[in-house]
């Protein structure tokens, strides 16, 4: 059974930086992109950003480029979104997901397996 376990969200000021985690288990990791969605209060789950089996392919949303990375590390089943300058607006539940395939996407139909969810609240 695969699971996805995410943590590092919290409370954090505007132009604050947080990093979240997300272990994998159940799935040969490495087969397979990542990818990290949100879902802020009234609104529809967002993607923020996807990286590719190998780590060499990423994608970001417009919203959040140039201040949030993501990166892989398959020796550890993981994958991390480092965010920096955070904004009140990035408030949301952050989730991790494992993409059915090994390049990155935004549609998150492609994606199969998600974790439960880990809250990011910024303040202003």
């Known amino acids: 059974q695969v699971q996805l376990v995410e943590s590092g969200g919290g409370l954090v000021q505007a132009g604050g930086s947080l990093r979240l985690s997300c272990a994998a288990s159940g799935r040969t990791f490495s087969s397979y992109a990542m990818g990290w969605f949100r879902q802020a209060p009234g609104k529809e789950r967002e993607f923020v950003a996807a990286i590719s089996w190998s780590g060499g392919r990423t994608d970001y949303a417009d919203s959040v480029k140039g201040r949030f990375t993501i990166s892989r590390d398959n020796a550890k089943n993981s994958v991390y979104l480092q965010m920096n300058s955070l904004k009140p607006e990035d408030t949301a539940v952050y989730y991790c997901?494992?993409?059915?395939?090994?390049?990155?996407?935004?549609?998150?139909?492609?994606?199969?397996?998600w974790g439960q969810g880990t809250q990011v609240t910024v303040s202003s």
């Open positions: 997901a494992s993409d059915r395939t090994l390049g990155v996407d935004r549609n998150e139909r492609q994606y199969d397996y």
